[in-house]
């Protein structure tokens, strides 16, 4: 919920002249590539812009889309986000459903999804490597 809230904050004409650069990345979960991982960068003190974000295909890959829909994001400091909602039972959420339907859970630990206590930051270049996040549920 976090994440929805803020990729839906802020912006304005100055979102559109920002200059971004493609990111891209794989998540894995205790070693293995999880499908529907969002993954949120949120720009820390001294970057410009309001964060961007993507979600895990199955093979835990990822790219960021910014608010207006380019790919990528400005060049900065980001603590990284990770949420992966399921239904109670963990099981995916159908697709004909919304997660406030089947009163959705995030089935990673909290810590990825509070900027206060991720552990997981990314420093974003004008030319960049994937990153790989390597996330630990135990």
Do not use: H, M
């Not at 979960?29 to 720009?43: C, H, I, M, R, Y």
């Not at 001294?46 to 608010?67: C, E, H, M």
């Not at 459903?97 to 900027?115: E, F």
């Amino acid at each position: 919920c976090f994440v929805i809230c803020l990729v839906g904050c802020g912006g304005g004409s100055t979102e559109s002249a920002l200059e971004v650069f493609p990111v891209k990345g794989t998540v894995t979960v205790d070693g293995e590539a999880l499908q529907s991982v969002t993954v949120f960068f949120d720009p820390q003190e001294g970057t410009k812009g309001t964060g961007a974000g993507g979600v895990t295909d199955a093979s835990g890959n990822f790219s960021i889309l910014y608010r207006d829909d380019r790919e990528g994001i400005p060049v900065g400091t980001y603590k990284v986000l990770f949420s992966r909602l399921v239904q109670p039972d963990g099981s995916p959420i159908p697709q004909d459903a919304t997660a406030a339907d089947v009163g959705a859970v995030n089935s990673l630990p909290a810590k990825y999804n509070d900027p206060a206590e991720t552990p997981v930051t990314a420093t974003v270049t004008n030319k960049n490597e994937p990153f790989k996040f390597e996330l630990k549920t135990k």
